[in-house]
T-cell receptor
Framework: EAQVTQNPRYLITVTGKKLTVTCSQNMNHEYMSWYRQDPGLGLRQIYYSMNVEVTDKGDVPEGYKVSRKEKRNFPLILESPSPNQTSLYFC?????????????FGPGTRLTVL | LAKTTQPISMDSYEGQEVNITCSHNNIATNDYITWYQQFPSQGPRFIIQGYKTKVTNEVASLFIPADRKSSTLSLPRVSLSDTAVYYCLVGDGGYSTLTFGKGTMLLVSP
């Protein structure tokens, strides 16, 4: 089954404790991205990757890191999480970059930073 | 990137047709218009995409006037399960950053 998977689905952590949220897709897509969703603010793009070893900032990249060492994986790294990073996170992939390519979203990761 | 404006919320009843309009006055020549649907605590899901005139698929229609400064997503005979947030996106292959905005919360009542 074609899908985007994220792990963990739920995570409660404390300020400053490094964490990684994994994202994997099995559709051989070149483009992958991370979004965060907060009440009243909609979906905002954090980082995206056009292909392996190619990443770039989205609208809200502060406090996050990403890497794209393999085509299928695009982990989101929070080196020193803070309470303002409490949010619902979505990973997405599409065949290529651009709005004319349908994006496929993962199930989401709900992160709470205490 | 073309900025989009949508109503924050809309209400409807089962069986009615719902039209959600998105304004995108600064749309560029190469931009496409795409709509996504999102249920609570789930990732958005692609609904429909178009460039001009009318596009129809099994779940919705998309109407785009000649000047392309707006677009209307039409959902025929909505049911309770159509209660969701609907996002309008405008952009093309040249834009790697995609902006979803705040979307339109559609509430369908019995």
């Amino acid at each position: 089954e074609a899908q985007v998977t994220q792990n963990p689905r739920y995570l409660i952590t404390v300020t400053g404790k490094k964490l990684t949220v994994t994202c994997s897709q099995n559709m051989n897509h070149e483009y992958m991205s991370w979004y965060r969703q907060d009440p009243g603010l909609g979906l905002r793009q954090i980082y995206y990757s056009m292909n392996v070893e190619v990443t770039d900032k989205g609208d809200v990249p502060e406090g996050y890191k990403v890497s794209r060492k393999e085509k299928r994986n695009f982990p989101l790294i929070l080196e020193s999480p803070s309470p303002n990073q409490t949010s619902l996170y979505f990973c997405a992939s599409s065949p290529l970059a651009g709005n004319y390519n349908e994006q496929f979203f993962g199930p989401g990761t709900r992160l709470t930073v205490l | 990137l073309a900025k989009t404006t949508q109503p924050i919320s809309m209400d409807s009843y089962e069986g009615q047709e719902v039209n959600i309009t998105c304004s995108h006055n600064n749309i560029a020549t190469n931009d496409y218009i795409t709509w996504y649907q999102q249920f609570p605590s789930q990732g958005p899901r692609f609904i429909i995409q178009g460039y001009k005139t009318k596009v129809t698929n099994e779940v919705a229609s998309l109407f785009i006037p000649a000047d392309r400064k707006s677009s209307t997503l039409s959902l025929p005979r909505v049911s309770l399960s159509d209660t969701a947030v609907y996002y309008c996106l405008v952009g093309d292959g040249g834009y790697s950053t995609l902006t979803f905005g705040k979307g339109t919360m559609l509430l369908v009542s019995p």
